[in-house]
């Protein structure tokens, strides 16, 4: 079964708004979650590490305060994508690592209007 | 040169033959390296993990590790329609299994033809 959840699984917003995206370890603890966009017809691309407690360390090139990463437990962790613009428009995955595998979520599917 | 690299096919073989999947990778000293499944509109699913050179087995898939090549492949026997999906080779970033950071080859579109 799934060991990992994300939810919502599609979201369609106007442009200017802001988007949460939840990600859920199920049945274990995740102290490390990793965030991900994948655009059409190409591959993953990380976005930034979120570490339980602290602050998230984010990729070269992706803006940490347009994408707000909340790690606040052990078994979640937040993805806010602030003032969302058309470009922002992409699959969102994350992942969590239970014993030695990273696990993916389902995904959200974000649609900037 | 990337980090990962992978033909993005599409690789088209009739069910029932072997797919062979390439991926090469540029850091020397990875130690472990991941094959991912990802259907259409999905998120992708591990099929198989490798950390040592040769092959590894299961069920109907195979991993080949060369590492003096820098080379992992994936082979899967017996292709059924149900294997047509984009195949992504990762490999953590740095020194460690896959609690590092992932970096993800552009993938393999694998079409099996009925």
């Known amino acids: 079964g799934a060991v990992v959840s994300q939810h919502p699984s599609r979201v369609i917003c106007k442009s200017g708004t802001s988007v949460k995206i939840e990600c859920r370890s199920l049945?274990?603890?995740?102290?490390?979650m990793f965030w991900y966009r994948q655009f059409p017809k190409q591959s993953l691309m990380l976005m930034a590490t979120s570490n339980e407690g602290s602050k998230a360390t984010y990729e070269q090139g992706v803006e940490k305060d347009k994408f707000l990463i909340n790690h606040a437990s052990l078994t979640l962790s937040t993805l806010t994508v602030t003032s969302a613009h058309p470009e922002d428009s992409s699959f969102y995955i994350c992942s969590a690592i239970r014993t030695d595998t990273q696990y993916f979520g389902p995904g959200t599917r974000l649609t900037v209007l | 040169q990337k980090e990962v690299e992978q033909n993005s096919g599409p690789l088209s073989v009739p069910e029932g033959a072997i797919a062979s999947l390439n991926c090469t990778y540029s850091d020397r000293g990875s130690q472990s390296f991941f094959w991912y499944r990802q259907y259409s509109g999905k998120s992708p699913e591990l099929i198989m993990s490798i950390y040592s050179n040769g092959d590894k087995e299961d069920g109907r898939f195979t991993a080949q590790l060369n590492k003096a090549s820098q080379y992992v492949s994936l082979l899967i026997r017996d292709s059924q329609p149900s294997d047509s999906a984009t195949y992504l080779c990762a490999v953590p970033r740095g020194y460690g299994g896959a609690t590092n950071k992932l970096i993800f080859g552009t993938g393999t579109l694998l079409a099996v033809q009925p």
């Open positions: 049945d274990f603890q995740a102290t490390t």
